[in-house]
């Protein structure tokens, strides 16, 4: 059966500090992969998806990056974090073929002072 | 783009009341729709989805949801619900259009009291 794991499950970091949030999934091969960020009342956001290998794509303009160096390997990293990127990141992943049925790992929550 | 409203944010229900969680699209083309649930300190979840064929779809624990395309609707439903409900509800749409995108509503919060 498939598995998503996520980590670390809480990380406190502060401003300015680089962030490396990392998410592999098992059992499965060529899944597209997603990074959602999960803020109170505002439901959740994506903010990168993957179809493949080196292959991004960013859905909002943000301090965050994302790389796919690996089938089943999704990073989400950032450079310089800020106060607004502290939140509950959320990677999931789904078939490549017919319709999306996410399945989510654990999440991870960020906050920087 | 494809948007989705969630118009409860919050809930707050006694056990054995009815539920109904209204979810509203925008797109005007096919759609598959989606429930998730997130409950206290677990995963997000599936709770259901309707692809195509029958617009009153079940799912588990006793939930359904009914697509009424006319008004961009997949509202969720329980008859009677328990205090183990409690938990966090997201309404998702992904249009057939381009790359297939999850886009979710805001969530609303259920709380039922014993």
């Known amino acids: 059966s498939q598995t998503i794991h996520q980590w670390p499950a809480t990380l406190v970091q502060p401003v300015g500090s680089p962030l490396s949030l990392e998410c592999t999934v098992e059992?499965?091969?060529?899944?597209?992969l997603y990074w959602y960020r999960q803020a109170a009342g505002r439901g959740l956001q994506l903010l990168f998806y993957?179809?493949?290998?080196?292959?991004i794509s960013s859905e909002v303009p943000q301090n965050l990056s994302a790389s796919r160096p690996q089938d089943r390997q999704f990073i989400l990293s950032s450079k310089k974090l800020l106060l607004s990127d502290s939140g509950f990141y959320l990677c999931?992943?789904?078939?490549?073929?017919?319709?999306?049925?996410?399945?989510f790992g654990a999440g991870s929550r960020l906050t920087v002072l | 783009a494809q948007s989705v409203s969630q118009h409860n944010h919050h809930v707050i229900l006694s056990e054995a009341a009815s539920l109904e969680l209204g979810c509203n699209y925008s797109?005007?083309?096919?759609?598959?729709l989606f429930w998730y649930v997130q409950y206290p300190g677990q995963h997000l979840q599936l709770l259901l989805k309707?692809?195509?064929?029958?617009?009153l779809v079940k799912g588990i624990k006793g939930f359904e949801a009914e697509f009424i395309k006319s008004k961009f609707s997949f509202n969720l439903r329980k008859p009677s619900v328990q205090w183990s409900d409690t938990a966090e509800y997201f309404c998702?749409?992904?249009?057939?259009?381009?790359?297939?995108?999850?886009?979710f509503g805001t969530g609303t919060r259920l709380l039922v009291s014993p």
């Open positions: 999931a992943w789904s078939v490549q073929s017919g319709a999306n049925v996410l399945t």
């Open positions: 059992g499965t091969s060529n899944p597209n």
């Open positions: 993957s179809v493949g290998i080196g292959q």
């Open positions: 797109y005007g083309g096919t759609v598959n």
């Open positions: 309707y692809f195509s064929g029958d617009p």
């Open positions: 998702a749409v992904n249009a057939y259009t381009g790359f297939q995108k999850l886009v």
